[in-house]
């Protein structure tokens, strides 16, 4: 249907569409199923955008087209043990060679890195350089020889698997490199507006998803000889659940105009990734309550709903870390 290329330009096989347009598929696509809103978030929101912004004329025509096509994903390997909301501890080195450069170390959690067509890899390069200076970001395709990954149990999200992943003397050409040498964290920075109002927009579908089930919910279950909409505390409930996806959709449509309209918007990003994060995790918590017995069962959407909203507060940089920035935009 063109989504994944609905905010690419013409010259890529795009729509040319912009990020509003977007928004408003990307939450109808979510309250449907959340999975496939999150698709977007990792094909478009962060793969696209880090290429369109990043990407050489050699690179953009390598990796876009298959993007837009959706016939690939990218994953982003940037956490490891030891550096999970301090990404700049990232110890994977990328050592210069004769045929490019060799990338040793381990990544975790990189989600649907067996799937991807290649990985963004953040790895170091000046190891005399602490903190986030000295690493820069490689393209590595799936297929390069000393890459290892294995499969992470867990909680939810099953539809993304989540990848253990080896870099054993993986060798890259010299043109893997993606943007300036050593300006590894100014690629991942440019881009996470995108992925951020993504994500956002994808937990607002999805706590929409979660209010329509209580709506039927209430309806069609009986207790006491009535319907439970009857009932005015579970009333109050929904239309409060409702107030907050309302007010979480508002901000981020908000962000997704200041995105159309090029203008700043860090602030807003980390805001409205906070705001509908929060905001599906706690309504998913109330449709469980709601449920009660139906939607502990293994069968029900709600509890799916339920483990898989558990991550996302703490995914795609942690709301502590979000209410460390926006505390900074407010000048402290
Ligand atoms: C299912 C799943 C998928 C993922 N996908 C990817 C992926 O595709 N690519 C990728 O690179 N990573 C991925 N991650 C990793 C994810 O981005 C990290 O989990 C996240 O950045 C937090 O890091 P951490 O888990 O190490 O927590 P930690 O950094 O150890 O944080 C633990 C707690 O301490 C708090 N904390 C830490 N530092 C501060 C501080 N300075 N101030 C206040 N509080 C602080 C945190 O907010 C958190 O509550 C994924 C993780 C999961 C679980």
């Not at 990544?107 to 790895?123: C, E, G, T, Y």
């Not at 209010?211 to 439970?228: K, P, W």
């Not at 159309?260 to 705001?275: D, H, M, N, R, Y």
Request: a neutral charge; charged letters at 15%.
């Amino acid at each position: 249907m063109g989504v994944l290329g609905m905010v690419a330009p013409p010259q890529w096989g795009g729509l040319g569409l912009d990020w509003v347009s977007l928004a408003l598929v990307q939450e109808r696509l979510a309250q449907h199923a959340y999975f496939v809103g999150s698709i977007v978030n990792r094909v478009v929101g962060f793969g696209l955008m880090t290429m369109l912004r990043n990407g050489s004329a050699a690179q953009q025509q390598l990796w876009i087209p298959p993007l837009v096509q959706g016939t690939g994903v990218m994953a982003l390997a940037l956490t490891e043990g030891h550096a999970g909301s301090d990404a700049g501890a990232v110890e994977t080195r990328a050592i210069p060679d004769v045929a490019g450069w060799r990338l040793r170390g381990r990544k975790i959690w990189i989600s649907d890195a067996d799937q991807a067509m290649a990985l963004l890899v953040v790895a170091r390069t000046d190891p005399d350089r602490r903190g986030s200076r000295g690493l820069s970001m490689f393209i590595v395709p799936r297929a390069s020889e000393g890459l290892s990954m294995t499969p992470l149990p867990k909680v939810g999200n099953n539809a993304m698997p989540s990848w253990d992943i080896g870099f054993d003397d993986v060798l890259v050409p010299q043109d893997a490199l993606l943007g300036p040498l050593n300006e590894g964290f100014s690629v991942l920075g440019s881009t996470l507006h995108y992925s951020r109002a993504s994500l956002a927009t994808t937990c607002v579908g999805s706590a929409q998803a979660v209010v329509n089930l209580c709506l039927a919910h209430l309806r069609d279950r009986h207790q006491f000889g009535r319907a439970l909409s009857e009932f005015q505390v579970l009333r109050h409930r929904v239309a409060d659940m409702q107030m907050r996806v309302d007010q979480a959709r508002w901000i981020v449509r908000h962000l997704a105009w200041l995105i159309a309209t090029g203008q700043p918007c860090a602030l807003e990003a980390s805001q409205a990734k906070v705001i509908a994060t929060e905001t599906l995790q706690a309504l998913s918590n109330d449709a469980m309550q709601m449920f009660a017995s139906q939607g502990y069962s293994a069968e029900s959407d709600v509890q799916r709903i339920w483990r898989d909203a558990r991550l996302y507060t703490f995914g795609e940089g942690t709301n502590e870390v979000q209410r460390d920035l926006i505390a900074r935009h407010l000048g402290l």
